[in-house]
């Protein structure tokens, strides 16, 4: 597992809003997350997650990709997205980063950090 991202007091932990219909999935990768210094948010839909990224500041997105994609906005700019799965759905989300199943949590949990990291970098 990685080292816990480094907070300071100008950087707030990231926010990751993870989509799965799966309950005991987003558990799983929520409770990783947390562990890793992020801070996790839940959906187990599409809608419900476009509802939370209205009303929240979110930095990135894990989807899995058994359900259809769209492009998500949060504070009016593109919100980087994790796509767990089958890339045909994402190809037409060009911020979207994909990660094959199946797939190690220590991969996605590094996938993860090298998409904030070149979000804030740039």
């Known amino acids: 597992?990685?080292?816990p991202e480094t907070t300071n007091d100008t950087v707030?932990?990231?926010r990751v809003l993870v989509v799965d219909?799966?309950?005991?999935?987003?558990?799983?990768?929520?409770?990783?997350?947390a562990r890793d210094g992020k801070v996790p948010v839940a959906a187990s839909?599409?809608?419900?997650?476009?509802?939370?990224?209205?009303?929240q500041t979110i930095d990135l997105v894990v989807v899995d990709a058994d359900g259809d994609l769209a492009a998500t906005s949060s504070g009016g700019k593109l919100t980087p997205i994790v796509v767990l799965g089958k890339m045909s759905r994402s190809a037409s989300v060009p911020h979207a980063t994909r990660l094959a199943k199946p797939f190690h949590y220590r991969d996605l949990l590094h996938k993860i950090g090298e998409v904030l990291a070149a979000r804030r970098a740039g």
């Open 1 to 3: 597992m990685l080292a």
């Open 12 to 14: 707030a932990p990231a």
């Open 21 to 33: 219909p799966s309950r005991e999935s987003r558990e799983v990768l929520c409770t990783l997350l």
């Open 45 to 55: 839909s599409l809608s419900q997650a476009e509802q939370i990224a209205r009303e």
